[in-house]
């Protein structure tokens, strides 16, 4: 087997998030990844799980490519136990999106009854070390294109992953 001849097994890691609104000191009713800076091992698998409290959903362009999960293992997620490989466009409250990775994972919008928030989990793989952006893609900050305000502002829907 490939661990008797001395291949490296990768290393697993869970970090959680959550996408919260509201929280002190910051800008009112902005939503926001929390922590928004993580650092995973380089060459690992990454098990994420986010819990996402701010549900309702935004229409995204219908042509987006940002309603199906991408750069995943098995290029699927699962919410609150059940899998999925992409969402209906108007059925996303935000997305986990690391371009540089060809990563995105957008979370559905719909609560599960009697849930005031969602639990999304993915697992991908890591490679060497460096520092991505995540943020979300959904277009429901300010300006023309949904884009600025809390969408462009580190700290809210806006991260750093560190692949170290």
Do not use: E
Not at 79 to 86: E, F, K, M, P, Q
Not at 92 to 108: G, K
Not at 109 to 130: I, P
Request: charged content about 10%; overall charge neutral.
């Amino acid at each position: 087997t490939p661990v008797q001849q001395g291949t490296p097994v990768p290393t697993t890691t869970h970090p959680s998030i959550d996408i919260v609104i509201n929280q002190p000191g910051m800008q009112k009713d902005w939503p926001a990844f929390s922590p928004s800076n993580l650092a995973v091992p380089a060459n690992s698998l990454v098990t994420f799980t986010i819990r996402d409290h701010d549900l309702g959903d935004t229409a995204m362009p219908k042509d987006s490519p940002f309603t199906t999960v991408q750069g995943t293992v098995g290029t699927s997620a699962t919410a609150d136990g059940r899998t999925y490989a992409s969402l209906a466009s108007d059925k996303i409250a935000h997305t986990f999106t690391i371009s540089q990775l060809n990563m995105n994972v957008p979370l559905p919008g719909d609560g599960r009854k009697s849930k005031d928030f969602n639990t999304v989990t993915f697992t991908f793989r890591t490679g060497g070390a460096g520092i991505y952006t995540f943020r979300c893609l959904t277009p429901c900050g300010n300006g023309p294109m949904g884009m600025m305000g809390s969408m462009q502002t580190q700290g809210y829907m806006l991260g750093t992953l560190t692949v170290q």
